[in-house]
């Protein structure tokens, strides 16, 4: 059975490893802060000192850090993945980053002999808790039927996209839908309570037709009850957000409802929401609203 290093505990990739661990995968893991490397450990994965180190015990490095210079530094700087790469080394980048930085970072690991996939997910914490992740993977063909079994200990759905950079793409493609999707949510539900409707049984109601989502039917009722503990923090998203309208302005694509949405955002960050859940938005609906 393949040796596993995994490098970056945060809300995602905590249970991820700790699934990687339930499947009998031998675990090595590196995270800049210890609490969370203290949980995975007392579930049976070792510790190591560096990203390189990672490299050095590993079959397949595994990593899930915030931003493209987070993935730049543990795998192309000092002491990183780079520095324990050899020849049959596969590096998995679940990360969401620039795709044009992934194609950097995989052509410098294909000269000491490492392939790479891009492997971002997409089913926020409830899916990387219970294994039931969207991988989108881009990268060689032969890496990926390797390394398939790994990503099903994590994943429901894993489609390998196409070559280096592919993964990340589409992972930009699931983030226009998952910005307009919210939006959507948040007018829908402003709208129902403005209206003198119950907005539980709104949800109840259109949840079982063509308007329903994985956003209704998960964020709406915490949108509702005012829960804005973060699945998936606004911060983040909106660094999704400012890697797709990059994308779309090298394409010369117009994507104005997630322009739309960044800039709504922005708002909410201005005011401190940053760490917040993406259903956040809905406060600035019933300000405009005058429900607040």
Not at 17 to 40: F, W
Not at 47 to 65: L, M
Not at 106 to 127: C, N, Y
Not at 238 to 245: C, E, G, I, R
């Amino acid at each position: 059975m393949k040796r596993i290093g995994f490098i970056g505990l945060g809300i995602m990739g905590k249970p991820m490893s700790l699934n990687l661990l339930k499947a009998g995968y031998p675990v090595t893991v590196y995270n800049r802060s210890r609490p969370a490397v203290d949980a995975v450990v007392a579930a049976g994965a070792r510790v190591a000192s560096s990203p390189k180190e990672v490299a050095q015990n590993s079959d397949v490095v595994i990593t899930i850090v915030t931003d493209t210079p987070d993935v730049q530094q543990v795998v192309l700087g000092p002491n990183g993945v780079i520095e324990g790469a050899r020849k049959g080394l596969v590096l998995i980048d679940m990360s969401t980053i620039s795709p044009k930085v992934t194609r950097t970072i995989s052509s410098e690991l294909a000269k000491a002999g490492t392939a790479m996939l891009d492997a971002p997910v997409s089913g926020g914490d409830k899916g990387a808790r219970e294994g039931t992740l969207t991988i989108m993977v881009g990268g060689p063909e032969d890496a990926f039927n390797e390394c398939l079994p790994i990503l099903q200990a994590m994943g429901k759905k894993v489609v390998r996209m196409g070559d280096s950079g592919a993964g990340q793409l589409t992972k930009l493609a699931n983030q226009i839908l998952v910005m307009g999707n919210i939006m959507g949510v948040c007018e829908c539900l402003v709208f129902a309570k403005k209206a003198g409707l119950d907005q539980k049984r709104v949800i109840d109601s259109l949840s079982a037709g063509a308007a329903s989502s994985w956003s209704l039917i998960n964020l709406g009722p915490r949108a509702v009850d005012g829960d804005f503990a973060p699945g998936f923090k606004i911060k983040l998203l909106q660094k999704d957000l400012k890697l797709v309208l990059a994308s779309a302005n090298e394409l010369n694509v117009a994507l104005p409802a997630s322009a739309m949405g960044h800039q709504l955002y922005n708002a909410l960050e201005a005011a401190g929401m940053g760490e917040e859940g993406t259903q956040a938005l809905i406060k600035i609906f019933e300000e405009m609203a005058g429900l607040r």
